[in-house]
């Protein structure tokens, strides 16, 4: 009895020392890696065809910060659908918007609570594709999520159990970027369910301070990282992008690292069930986790050559080829503000 007592004993203090920590760790809980904002002006047009539409479905808007979140689409052309990570917005991925106007391709951003349930934000999410697939004639539309936006994006693009894919016939496409989807790391203490009356209530109630209700879907034990769920079949391709963000640098002062970009692991970012799927291209490229997405101190090159590679990017012209490098220049590089 003494011998059984000392090992909870010892676990009880482990965990409690573990839990300390969480809310210090907060922003690794969650998955988030803070982003540069981009302004709230408009996109510049580069090749996009002219709208004829004008839609207002809740979560999906222009990406920028404009508070005006009508979206202007030509109903009849492809769109994709931007999803960001934790501590972002949707002015976050103008740059990758405006990369894609620049080649004639569309795009709207998915906003949300990002410390709200990732199960019902991947709910919101599906029902504003099929809002979108039913109020235009886009024939075509890709899911493009980062981070804990990727896990939000193939989550919503599953069938959920004994439904059917409503609205009209629309060819989806799902890529995902630095998604964790073997569950968090740094949230294992939150996924240990036997700590939880050890620790009078302590561990789940500081996994909630930290993150908010979302912890409850980004440990290893969740049944939202255990069970990922079928892709729908109307999904016709998925692309899955992992990084390998070791030894990776976000920023640099004096010639050393102050800021380092490496926030998930390979193994972290594996799950035999999501790979498994006969439609799913694994691509695993040696970036940072927000250099791969691109910010205002670098441009997503690797990204882009990789979304080219892969079909979801037009090629670039080579006579546009000088014009996008100043685009890039402009829109990724321009020196953060002292």
């Not at 210090?24 to 065809?49: H, K, M, N, R, V």
């Not at 019902?120 to 075509?140: F, H, I």
């Not at 069938?159 to 949230?187: H, K, N, Y």
């Amino acid at each position: 009895m003494t011998r059984h007592r000392a090992r909870h004993g010892s676990q009880w203090t482990t965990g409690m020392k573990r839990t300390a920590v969480l809310i210090a760790l907060c922003g690794l809980i969650g998955g988030c890696a803070s982003t540069d904002s981009f302004i709230a002006a408009d996109l510049e047009p580069g090749q996009l065809p002219a709208p004829d539409i004008t839609l207002n479905i809740a979560g999906l808007g222009p990406c920028t910060d404009n508070p005006d979140r009508s979206l202007r689409l030509d109903a009849s052309q492809p769109v994709h659908i931007l999803v960001h990570g934790c501590f972002g917005s949707s002015g976050q991925f103008r740059g990758l918007a405006q990369v894609l106007a620049f080649h004639g391709q569309q795009s709207a951003c998915f906003t949300y609570d990002d410390r709200a349930r990732l199960s019902e934000v991947a709910d919101e999410l599906r029902t504003a594709v099929t809002r979108l697939a039913a109020q235009s004639r886009a024939p075509e539309i890709t899911v493009i999520g980062h981070s804990q936006g990727a896990l939000i994006a193939r989550k919503a693009m599953t069938a959920p159990p004994g439904t059917r894919s409503p609205g009209r016939p629309v060819d989806l496409r799902l890529v995902t970027i630095s998604g964790p989807f073997a569950g968090i790391a740094a949230a294992r203490t939150c996924g240990r369910t036997w700590l939880y009356p050890l620790s009078f209530g302590i561990v789940p109630l500081s996994c909630y301070l930290a993150t908010g209700p979302k912890w409850a879907d980004i440990t290893y034990s969740s049944r939202f990282i255990r069970e990922p769920g079928a892709l729908d079949a109307q999904v016709a391709s998925y692309l899955k992008i992992d990084t390998d963000e070791r030894d990776s640098c976000r920023r640099e002062e004096g010639g050393r690292c102050v800021e380092d970009d490496d926030i998930f692991t390979l193994d972290e970012q594996r799950q035999e069930q999501v790979e498994s799927d006969a439609r799913t291209t694994r691509v695993v490229v040696r970036a940072g986790h927000v250099e791969i997405v691109g910010d205002k101190r670098v441009a997503p090159k690797k990204l882009i050559a990789l979304l080219q590679e892969q079909g979801v990017l037009r090629p670039t012209p080579a006579a546009s080829l000088p014009a996008f490098g100043s685009l890039l220049a402009r829109v990724y590089e321009s020196k953060p503000a002292p």
